[in-house]
């Protein structure tokens, strides 16, 4: 009998892991506080913000952050995608050494952000959430066509945005597909950094300073 991951691809299971691979490629070659993700959420020289990072995943982005000195809260609201993040931060954990270190300023949370940011203060929100479907779907990675095949389209997003610009935070991050625009109902953001396929929205609410 398989496990409860054994549906998400009989191929490659998605699977979450911060020891080997494309990360840890990444924690070394990534580009330091230089990257565009160390920017979006203000990390900079002698600067290292709280983050919520309100769409957790595979909990990427936040290892990155986490990597950089940030403490991050994650929040995910998937049963399945918050196990699969829990038991690779678990492994992660267990294998000491850096990684171990990194994993320790993650805190992961299960639950919905629209819900529970409204009772949060940080420094920094970040939000990435399934983005719209591109016409060349080829090009999105298997990995997100795994996530999305779990999680669906996030049809909320909008309304997790919105609550995050009201939320006790002095940034929001939104990462979006570099040339597609964000709808009419989100409020214009403060700047933009943009890369070859993703940018991120950056809005500043210099009266929510903590
Ligand atoms: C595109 S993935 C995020 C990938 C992540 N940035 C990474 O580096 O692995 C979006 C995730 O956000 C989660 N999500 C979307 N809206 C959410 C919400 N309101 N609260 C909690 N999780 C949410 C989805 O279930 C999905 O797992």
């Not at 809260?73 to 399945?80: C, F, K």
Request: glycine share 8%; with cysteine.
């Amino acid at each position: 009998m398989g496990n409860k991951f054994d549906r998400i691809s009989k191929s490659r299971p998605l699977i979450v892991d911060f020891i080997g691979g494309a990360l840890n490629h990444r924690l070394n070659f990534g580009g330091g506080i230089g990257q565009d993700l160390a920017k979006a959420v203000g990390i900079k020289s002698g600067i290292r913000p709280e983050i919520i990072d309100a769409t957790a995943g595979l909990g990427r982005d936040s290892f990155i952050m986490a990597s950089l000195g940030s403490k991050i809260t994650l929040i995910e609201r998937s049963q399945i995608m918050h196990d699969l993040l829990a038991d690779g931060m678990k492994k992660a954990s267990n294998a000491g050494g850096r990684t171990s270190e990194i994993i320790s300023r993650m805190r992961l949370i299960y639950g919905d952000a629209i819900e529970l940011i409204p009772q949060m203060s940080t420094d920094v929100i970040y939000i990435d959430p399934m983005h719209p479907l591109r016409q060349k779907s080829a090009l999105v990675k298997l990995e997100m066509r795994q996530i999305r095949s779990l999680v669906g389209e996030d049809i909320d997003q909008i309304e997790l945005v919105k609550t995050a610009l009201h939320a006790e935070s002095a940034r929001v991050s939104l990462k979006w597909p570099a040339k597609t625009p964000l709808p009419d109902a989100v409020p214009k953001c403060t700047y933009q950094i943009v890369g070859k396929s993703v940018r991120f929205d950056i809005f500043i609410n210099s009266l929510k300073k903590r």
